[in-house]
């Protein structure tokens, strides 16, 4: 699904326009993304979570080449109860 069919699909079951659809999406999303840039806990309850914290340097081995990675900053996600029991209950066919 692309944020198009997400809209469309959103603005059918509302009745509100597509335009006004699409402004909710991309402040949802850049309220996500802003937040998790932060540094901040998204929490969507049943949906979804997303944690963010700092990935610390570890060795690396090449072939020829010894070194580290950087310190960096990473976002996870780990998938809400509803959204765990509705991809685990779908049927195996919609993932062929």
Do not use: H, Q
């Amino acid at each position: 699904m692309l944020k198009k069919d997400l809209v469309d699909k959103v603005a059918s079951a509302t009745g509100l326009p597509k335009k006004t659809v699409a402004e909710v999406v991309d402040t949802m999303l850049d309220s996500i993304v802003e937040a998790a840039a932060n540094g901040e806990t998204v929490l969507l309850t049943g949906f979804g979570k997303w944690t963010g914290g700092i990935r610390e340097p570890k060795p690396i081995k090449l072939k020829g080449y010894e070194g580290m990675t950087k310190r960096a900053p990473y976002v996870k996600f780990s998938l809400g109860k509803v959204f765990k029991e509705a991809v685990k209950n779908a049927p195996l066919s919609k993932f062929e």
